[in-house]
């Protein structure tokens, strides 16, 4: 699905050795500026490493931070999710309409496909966006802080649409987040970057008050409340 061996893009990160095993969630963390959406756009092929390798399937949906399209965007809904499918308009042949209706059926966005993008409010437009990634049946879905502005409820709804993904059709995830909490009881293993050093395990490996400190070469604890982790 997705694998990095000793990569490098200097000056962010260097080392980076993993891989993302299909059906695996996998949660990428740090501060602002250490490179996590750096690491998805190298996925994408937007990006060249410094150093290192790495390899990704050719079947990658992306799910972008938000940001509103243009009002007087004058493009339907459903033609936007159609223009992301592998049959788009750059092979000169029209979607099918089986892989757009679905797409848009699977993130309850079936309603408001017909209206122009420009239209539709903050929260439509980032369920047209989670539609156009599993437009084109992706083995790989790269999340970009898809949980920003969303409200709790909205929150809960896409990552349960990811959770239920990987596990029905074994799509890898690698979710670029601040905060852990939202997506605590899906991910299989963290990888946390820091301007120092990165460290990759399970939830329990790598948020710890020991882990986390030996990461920022500072004392930071991390406690336990109520189910959910707090980084102080």
Same mark, same amino acid.
Request: charged content about 25%; cysteine-free.
């Given at each position: 699905m997705l694998e990095f061996r000793d990569a490098a893009v200097e000056p962010l990160w260097r080392g980076l050795s993993f891989t993302v095993q299909p059906g695996e969630f996998l949660a990428?963390?740090?501060t602002n500026g250490v490179g996590k959406s750096t690491l998805l756009n190298v996925a =994408?092929?937007?990006?060249?490493?410094?150093?290192?390798s790495y390899r990704a399937t050719n079947?990658?949906?992306?799910? &972008?931070?938000?940001?509103?399209?243009?009002?007087?965007? &004058?493009?339907?809904?459903?033609?936007?999710?159609? =223009?992301?499918?592998?049959?788009?308009?750059?092979?000169?042949?029209? &979607?099918?309409?089986?892989?757009?209706?679905?797409? =848009?059926?699977?993130?309850?966005?079936?309603?408001?496909?017909?209206?122009?993008?420009g239209e539709l409010s903050g929260g439509q437009q980032q369920l047209i966006r989670q539609a156009q990634a599993l437009a084109g049946d992706p083995k790989l879905l790269l999340c970009d802080e898809p949980l920003l502005s969303m409200d709790l409820r909205a929150q809960r709804r896409t990552v349960e649409l990811l959770d239920a993904r990987r596990r029905e059709?074994?799509?890898?995830?690698?979710?670029?987040?601040?905060?852990?909490? &939202?997506?605590l009881d899906v991910t299989d293993r963290v990888l946390y970057l820091t301007p120092h050093g990165h460290c990759i395990g399970t939830v329990d490996?790598?948020?710890?008050?020991?882990?986390?400190?030996?990461?920022?070469?500072?004392?930071?604890?991390?406690?336990?409340?109520?189910?959910? =982790?707090?980084?102080?």
């Open positions: 990428v963390l740090g =994408l092929g937007n990006r060249k490493l410094t150093g290192g079947r990658v949906g992306f799910m &972008p931070q938000q940001r509103m399209f243009d009002p007087d965007a &004058p493009i339907r809904a459903r033609d936007l999710v159609g =223009l992301s499918t592998a049959h788009g308009i750059l092979r000169h042949r029209r &979607p099918r309409r089986t892989d757009v209706d679905r797409a =848009l059926a699977a993130v309850g966005a079936s309603g408001f496909a017909k209206r122009r993008v059709h074994g799509t890898a995830v690698v979710f670029v987040t601040h905060g852990i909490n &939202p997506i490996e790598v948020m710890t008050t020991r882990t986390l400190s030996e990461l920022y070469r500072t004392e930071v604890k991390v406690i336990n409340v109520d189910g959910k =982790l707090v980084v102080v």
